[in-house]
Antibody, heavy 120, light 110 residues
C-alpha cells in the first residue's frame, strides 16, 4: 500500500532555513506528481506546492513569495521541501501527498505530516 | 488567493442529511470542474471524498455526494452516521496552476 513518511520538522528560529523530506513507497514514485500541503495549529489546510512526475514543472502558492523550493529524487523515491527565510506564520504541520489518479489537482493519499515550529 | 468560504460548523442527528457550502468566485469554483472535498479527523491526515465536483473515489460511501451551482459547491452527507463527525474541506483549482482550500467545516453528529 502507499506510504508517505515525512521527516525534518522541528523548532527553527525566524529567518533560518529548514529542509523537509518525504519517503515514498508502495507505488511507482516516478510516475506521479507530488504535493506539499500545510496546516497551521487549529487552522485549515493551505496548499503549498506541486511538482510534476519528472521534476520538470513546479508550481507554488503565490503567498510563499518565492521562499520555498519543491524538488524530488526519483532514484531514491524522495520528495523535498526547502524552506528559506522562515517566518512565525510558517508554523504548521506539513503534509506530503501524492496527486490522485484522475488529475494532479486532486490530492490523495497523504502522509501523516511533520510539525514545523518557527519561533525565537 | 483567498481561501474558499465554508460555514464553520454544521450538524445533524443520525440518519439526517447535512449540506456544506463552499463559496468562491468565477476564478476558482465557478470557473473549473476541479472541485474536490476532503474529510479530516482530529490529528489525522485528510482523505479525498469527492473529486471533479460529483465523483466518489472507490471506497467512499454513496452517502457522500457533491454538486455545484455557479460559484458555490456543496457536499451533502445523507443518512448521517457517528463516523461522519469530522472536519470537511473543499478545494478548487485556480488560474495559474494553483490550488485553494476552503476554510473548513466541522460536522457534528448530534
Amino acid at each position: 500500500q502507499v506510504q508517505l513518511v515525512e521527516s525534518g520538522g522541528g523548532l527553527v528560529q525566524p529567518g533560518r532555513s529548514l529542509r523537509l523530506s518525504c519517503a515514498a513507497s508502495g507505488f511507482t514514485f516516478s510516475s506521479y506528481g507530488m504535493h506539499w500541503v500545510r496546516q497551521a495549529p487549529g487552522k485549515g489546510l493551505e496548499w503549498v506546492a506541486v511538482i510534476s512526475y519528472d521534476g520538470g514543472n513546479t508550481y507554488y502558492a503565490h503567498s510563499l513569495e518565492g521562499r520555498f523550493i519543491i524538488s524530488r529524487d526519483n532514484s531514491k523515491n524522495m520528495l523535498f521541501l526547502q524552506m528559506n527565510n522562515l517566518r512565525v506564520e510558517d508554523t504548521a504541520v506539513y503534509y506530503c501527498a501524492r496527486r490522485a489518479e484522475w488529475d494532479w489537482r486532486y490530492v490523495d493519499p497523504w502522509g501523516q505530516g511533520t510539525l514545523v515550529t518557527v519561533s525565537s | 488567493q483567498s481561501a474558499l468560504t465554508q460555514p464553520p460548523s454544521a450538524s445533524g442527528s443520525p440518519g439526517q442529511s447535512v449540506t456544506i457550502s463552499c463559496t468562491g468566485s468565477s476564478s476558482d469554483v465557478g470557473g473549473y470542474k476541479y472541485v474536490s472535498w476532503y474529510q479530516q479527523y482530529p490529528g489525522k491526515a485528510p482523505k479525498l471524498m469527492i473529486y471533479e465536483v460529483t465523483k466518489r473515489p472507490s471506497g467512499v460511501p454513496d452517502r457522500f455526494s457533491g454538486s455545484k451551482s455557479g460559484n458555490t459547491a456543496s457536499l451533502t452527507v445523507s443518512g448521517l452516521q457517528a463516523e461522519d463527525e469530522a472536519d470537511y474541506y473543499c478545494s478548487s483549482s485556480t488560474g495559474g496552476n494553483n490550488l485553494v482550500f476552503g476554510t473548513g467545516t466541522k460536522v457534528t453528529v448530534l
